[in-house]
């Protein structure tokens, strides 16, 4: 029986062309399962046994990407 896939969270920034460096460097990541949703928006879903999904991980790492990316605003939807 296939094991059941983690629920995605929808990340959404505020100038698309910075997109594809998100990409690239939540793919750099061995425990997010990534796929661009829009023009302005990546799919991620978070592997493992987190209590929270992985939100919690997740936003670490997108507010350490954002500190790094100023002119960016990241916005997560679960």
Known sequence: MPSPQPAAMLIRVSDPTVLPALIGDLEQRAHYVVKQAGADS??????????????????????????????TTINLER
């Open 42 to 71: 990546v799919a991620v879903s978070v592997l493992g046994s987190f209590a929270d999904a992985g939100e919690l991980d997740l936003t670490l790492f997108l507010l350490a990407w954002q500190a790094a990316h100023p002119q």
